[in-house]
């Protein structure tokens, strides 16, 4: 399956169903302590990923890198879960709308929540702090493997999160992954639906699996 189908059908399932695929085959992408800072807004498209480093004596921008992101891709941020500088604010969210870049997930903080608030922008951090990145940390390089929450991540691989949080599929099992995701969706639909007639859960589930 071409990536540009898979990524459709995983914008179609929730991240439970996904993380639920993903424990079955024994694949660790679960990003832990990742969260969604504007509620509603949900995820799904390939890494571009980013990794920063302290500046030292270097000042280097922030956001050089963002005019290479495409349209529909996410951009991976590591930051080392540093929350005492921010690596994403107002202008840069501003920036990616407008490039259709499909959200953002950083290991670290982003700033300037009314404007992400405003533009409803996808984005996905270890928390809020409004000090700049600049002078602070520096890119170190982009589109190569990261880690975020100790996962690693490489360029590529496929990121999805809802209000649940933020899973990273490697490319390579990400098939199989929503292969699997998308039989689990089915029957938990059909488990809702019965549970709504007035079945009792258990019994639900056990009709389900028959």
């Known amino acids: 399956m071409q ?8 914008k179609k399932i929730d991240v439970c169903c996904v993380s639920d695929a993903a424990d079955s085959l024994g694949i660790s992408c679960a990003l ?5 800072v504007v509620s509603g807004t949900s995820l799904c498209g ?4 980013v990794r920063f480093m302290p500046c030292g004596d270097a000042k280097g921008m922030v956001e050089d890198y963002l005019s290479d992101v495409l349209p529909g891709q996410v951009v991976v941020i590591d930051n ?6 921010s690596v ?18 950083i290991d670290g903080v982003c700033r300037d929540i009314p404007t992400l608030l405003r533009l409803n922008y996808p984005i996905f951090s270890k ?5 700049a990145g600049r002078g602070r940390v520096m890119v170190d390089y982009v589109n190569k493997p990261v880690a975020i929450s ?3 991540i490489e360029p590529g691989d496929i990121m999805v999160g809802d209000d649940s949080g933020v899973m990273a599929i490697p490319l390579k099992a990400a098939e199989r992954v929503l292969k699997i995701a998308v039989e689990i969706a089915e029957r938990d639909s059909k488990t ?3 549970v709504r007639s007035g079945m009792k859960l258990k019994d639900a589930r056990d009709s389900v699996r028959q």
């Open 3 to 10: 990536i540009e189908d898979m990524i459709e059908e995983f």
């Open 32 to 36: 832990y302590g990742i969260k969604p």
């Open 46 to 49: 390939p890494a571009f990923t």
């Open 80 to 85: 080392a879960g540093r929350d005492h500088c």
């Open 88 to 105: 994403w604010g107002g202008l840069m969210a501003e920036s990616a709308s407008i490039r259709k870049v499909a959200g953002t997930v």
């Open 127 to 131: 928390g809020t702090y409004m000090a």
């Open 150 to 152: 100790n996962m690693r």
């Open 192 to 194: 809702l639906k019965a």
